[in-house]
């Protein structure tokens, strides 16, 4: 698809405040509200806009532990990947997977309350996953730069 842009300055915006009122952000985008409530409805029906949502501080919720997990499995069917996939989109305290290249198959988020919590968690639930021939656990020590939203240029 291709962007002007008014629907990058749109997309930067709603990726800093998808609370804002749409007369705030055709303001900020220099349209009147009409048209760039169509365009945000566009944006949203070619599913480019995937849903909305907050930004929540997972240490003041009780997570105060995250780590990265690269997960290789025992056969790289297409049948046993699904069966992992699958069960690791049941997994709450896992809040992103990645098929990965390289030495590894998977790359695993996951959060925990505490290193007890997250040893439990790795030993009963992350272990017995179908096909897990091996796991390398990596702590983050410091977040650095958290995701805040995808680059989009406005050249």
Known sequence: MNFDRFDK???RLLQQDSRVTNQILAEQVGISPSPCWRRVKRLEDEK??????????????NLGVMVFIRVSIDRHSEVEA???EEKVLELDNVVACYSIGGDA???LQVVSRDLDTYADFAMKTIRRLPGIKEMQSM?????????????????
């Open 9 to 11: 300055k749109i997309l």
């Open 48 to 61: 480019i806009i995937k849903g909305y949502g907050v930004n929540l501080d997972r240490r003041k919720i």
């Open 82 to 84: 699904k069966k992992f």
């Open 105 to 107: 198959d998977f790359l």
């Open 139 to 155: 702590f983050t020590l410091k977040e650095i730069k958290t995701f805040k939203g995808f680059p989009v240029t406005l050249d």
